[in-house]
């Protein structure tokens, strides 16, 4: 599928990308860059990986896919320092939880670039918890700007399928409205749960029970990714915040106004839902 | 520990909790009555049962303690129908996730009733589900009112210690504003953002990831008990929703206002809180 493809940033992601990819005998050679020395010594001793660059620019130089997995607000800049050692043929992705900034400011960097979102993940991070089967069966969302080849986008297709991903299609601004609301919602919720739940008696921790723990378990995730995310996708966050609140100021209103007919009706809408997830 | 204990309402729990004390050698005879004859024919057939009755009173006649296991609205109702076959030295407990009304009005009723929530359970309700080793780790909480025999409450926790439980005792007040928080909150934020999410695109659902879906798990239980559940604890689940809405409405306004360090600075209260758990 490929001769040769470079990482950039390879943690969890970039690394399992790169492991799956080398077990499927998809690729033959695998280039990464990290900004740290001591993550760069780590992937060069990863049978993933062939070769390690102290600048990313050489990392890329030679490779006919770029995957660039670093923090959302990185990947822009990232791709600008590269964009100049790149061929033209050079086809250049990512995995970023956004995509319409990314996507955007990609466009003015002049690299064949198109975004994508493989949906898959875990809040232990980092390449020590590589693996190849990490994509395998869950979601991946490509998005191609109008301009993009068509080739381009059944090639991205193509690789994301060949490790085991279920691939759609859409707009960069239609895939930050769905993220919005089916994975920043549940984090930004179950973060503020936690952080609620923080100012009140510590003694009560002891008494909750799987439920607690299962519905915030992403809140677990890196304050410091998380909060670049929510910026990055800030509107359609908000939105989705709004929507949210009419719909738990509802169930509020039933509760107070004692309307059991319409509590139940809520919570067997929320049943219905989660039964088909 | 006991001759002849009763169950009324043999479901998942009150089928667990009879199963774990004949499997310990803990409760010699298990009485059962269910409103259901399918579930009495059910509950005869099963290793853990001795004896069905068709009526309530009828079951609890001879029996040292008696644990009420259905759904919180018919606890009373149910205490006050087999008020009169009960001997004075029988002890009455239940299972209900509330406790402030129940133990109020069981005063009410002369008999000898201490509250008590054992915090196991599963989405999988029902009798077929009963399994000895339920209760094994998790956290119960015993609410006797001022006026409890030392001795009763010794008895109580006894019996959830025999079974595996880490037990807490505390007021029936202070139990509801405790599972206001850590149970019931989290239970109506995850049906609330299941009822949202089902007005939105279906096609969204495949794009949904392990996030969701462990988020909102709880969301899959019975409508109808939890609407009891949420009416029971009205008051209490009124207050955490406000407290909920505040610390939401924080977010939002960091987001709105683009302060990243308070938004971190929430997020990494959140994931101290959810590391703790």
């Known amino acids: 599928m490929f001769q040769q493809i470079t990482i950039l940033g390879p943690g969890l992601l970039g690394a399992s990308l790169a492991l799956a990819l080398k077990e499927g005998g998809l690729c033959q050679r695998v280039h990464a860059w990290s900004r740290r020395a001591e993550t760069r010594a780590q992937a060069l001793e990863s049978e993933w990986c062939d070769a390690v660059f102290d600048q990313p620019k050489d990392a890329c130089t030679g490779s006919e896919l770029v995957v660039i997995c670093t923090p959302v607000e990185t990947i822009v800049p990232l791709l600008e320092q590269v964009a100049p050692s790149l061929a033209t043929h050079t086809l250049v992705t990512d995995v970023g939880s956004t995509k319409s900034i990314i996507c955007r400011e990609a466009r003015g960097t002049g690299v064949n670039f198109i975004g994508s979102h493989p949906m898959a993940g875990s809040e232990r991070t980092g390449m020590a918890h590589a693996r190849a089967d990490l994509f395998n069966g869950?979601?991946?969302?490509?998005?191609?700007?109008?301009?993009?080849?068509?080739?381009?986008?059944?090639?991205?297709?193509?690789?994301?399928?060949?490790?085991?991903?279920?691939?759609?299609?859409?707009?960069?601004?239609?895939?930050?409205?769905?993220?919005?609301?089916?994975?920043?919602?549940?984090?930004?919720?179950?973060?503020?749960?936690?952080?609620?739940?923080?100012?009140?008696?510590?003694?009560?921790?002891?008494?909750?029970?799987?439920g607690l723990r299962d519905s915030t378990r992403v809140a677990a995730g890196d304050p410091i990714l998380w909060k670049q995310i929510l910026e990055q996708n800030r509107e359609e966050v908000l939105r989705a915040i709004d929507g949210f609140e009419n719909e738990l100021h509802a169930l509020k209103t039933n509760l107070l106004d004692q309307n059991s007919s319409a509590l139940i009706a809520q919570l067997e809408r929320g049943k219905k839902f989660r039964d088909s997830l």
Chains 1, 2 share one sequence.
């Open 138 to 210: 869950a979601a991946c969302i490509v998005t191609p700007l109008d301009d993009a080849a068509d080739t381009d986008i059944a090639r991205l297709h193509q690789l994301w399928q060949a490790i085991g991903m279920q691939v759609t299609t859409c707009s960069p601004e239609q895939h930050d409205e769905i993220v919005a609301h089916v994975s920043h919602l549940p984090h930004l919720l179950a973060s503020s749960l936690c952080s609620y739940l923080a100012s009140k008696n510590p003694d009560w921790k002891p008494l909750s029970g799987g």
